[in-house]
């Protein structure tokens, strides 16, 4: 795992606060790896998914950090979505 991968599944799991996601999602880090969403919280991993959510290191750092909107993000092709568009709009507000 790499650490940009670490990283993620520890911050994420504050911003969620001990609560899962109803569903499963999935962020594919360019160049990182993959890390999971559900019920169980934020974790490595590479399944199959509701949805799954893939940008560059730059992008989704600064949707972590609150800078980058998601929804902006994939509006202008720096976010890519394939899968359930509801899912996704979900997990954009555990993110913002």
Same mark, same amino acid.
């Given at each position: 795992m790499s650490d940009v991968v670490a990283e993620a599944v520890s911050?994420?799991? =504050?911003?969620?606060g001990g609560e899962g996601f109803d569903g499963t999602a999935k962020f594919v880090i360019e160049? /990182? *790896? $993959?890390?999971m969403i559900d019920? @169980? *919280? #934020?974790? @490595? *991993?590479? /399944? =199959? #998914?509701?949805? %799954?959510l893939t940008s560059d %290191? /730059? %992008?989704f750092r600064a949707i972590l950090d609150g800078e980058q909107n998601p929804t #902006? $993000?994939?509006m202008t092709g720096k976010l890519k979505l394939d899968g359930d568009m509801g899912a996704a709009m979900r997990l954009a507000a555990i993110l913002g």
């Open positions: 911050r994420l799991n =504050e911003k969620m160049d /990182e *790896g $993959a890390l019920r @169980a *919280g #934020a974790r @490595a *991993g590479d /399944e =199959e #998914a509701d949805v %799954t %290191t /730059e %992008t #902006a $993000a994939y």
